[in-house]
């Protein structure tokens, strides 16, 4: 290619990424047009079209354009990354990785590519991988101490609080006053059961904002943990202040009036968060246990059923409604409900209702034969009646007819 040609092109896109940095992306498709007439083979020209559509949301057409690149020069790792970014957008987390996988083959020394890598790990749930990823961008560039946050986050979810809270410690280095870090330390300390340095934290955030609604929100499941139920509601009341219609604020506020067993306070805030969200499940779980205890058995059992609407499968669901039709004292329905919590999830407090039921039935049989299962899972309460009977678990038990 001639120099004059080469300084022309370079020159296109200067001002085509000038005009993506401004924003100006449509203009940078018209002004790119015109040199892919004269330039259809020049890959770069159609790579900086698929940026500016990107920028437009225009996804369809961006991907056409990055494969084009590809299609002209494959050893082009921006395509790739580009193309990795809209999969990952899509939450086609098998795509993105392939694409991410073939730029840093071109560009090993990305770090860009290995922390999206690192992020497809994470949320597929394969943290030691993840864990890999995030140290490589560490390796590659250790000035990014935020990578820190992310490599916290994956320790968070494996309920390795020790190390996490390590990571956040290191990722602070970079931003001491960084709230976002300064809550995530908060909640794993709220985790640890370390409540004293929870609100620790969230008093340095405080410092940093006081303004800042999440703060309030933290100190107050620290506070409901601690079950001072006084200052908990307060904190939520001061959330509740910067925005009205945060919905964890309000369902929260419910949560403190639960277990304050004030029942009907709880369902008008209960009721507000699904007048805001209909589809926040935990809402309708919380609203069936607090007509249960007002022994509303029908609105309980209405709000139960609503989770099947977003939750088919959800076996706590099924065995809240067992508990129910037990009190009521109609033990086929309860048996049904149980069983069906057990096909979907063998949970030992299941095992437990069903022995009281039997229980009630005075089955003693079938009431032995359901504590054992549930003891030999672990439930306490199974255990404890177990042992007062001085009767073993241990042993495999014998089957009946269920």
Known sequence: MEEEVKKELAECLKDARDYIKGGMFEDAIEHLQIYIKDYPTVAPLYLYNGVAYCGLKNYRAAINFFQKTIELDPNIDLAYSYMGGIYFGTEDYQTAGRYYRKAIELNPNDPDGWYQLGNIS????????????????????????????????????????????????????????????????????????????????????????????????????????????????????????????????????????????????????????????????????????????????DNALKYYQVIFDFMPQEADAYNNIGIIYAHMEDYEKALQYFQISIDIEKNPKTYTNIGNVYGDLNNEEKRIYYYKKAAQLGDEDAQQWLTEENITWNDNVKNINE
């Open 122 to 297: 994470q949320r597929e749930k394969k943290y030691q991988e993840a864990i890999q990823y995030f140290k490589k961008v560490i390796e590659i560039d250790p000035t990014r101490k935020k990578i820190y946050n992310d490599l916290g986050l994956v320790h968070f979810n494996q309920k390795d609080y020790q190390e996490a809270i390590r990571c956040f410690q290191k990722s602070r280095r970079s931003d001491p006053k960084h709230i976002p870090t300064l809550l995530l330390i908060s909640e794993t300390y709220r985790l640890l059961k370390d409540y004293e340095e929870a609100i620790r934290y969230c008093k340095k955030a405080l410092y940093v904002n006081p303004q800042e609604q999440l703060i309030y929100i933290e100190m107050g499941m620290v506070y409901t943990e601690l079950e001072n139920l006084d200052k908990a509601l307060s904190c939520f009341q001061q959330a509740l202040d910067i925005n009205d219609k945060e919905i964890v604020v309000i369902h929260n506020i419910g949560i403190v009036y639960y277990r304050w067993k004030k029942y009907q306070e709880a369902i008008t805030y209960f009721k507000k968060v699904i007048a805001i969200d209909p589809e926040y499940t935990v809402a309708y779980y919380n609203l069936g246990g607090a007509y249960f205890y007002l022994e509303d058995y």
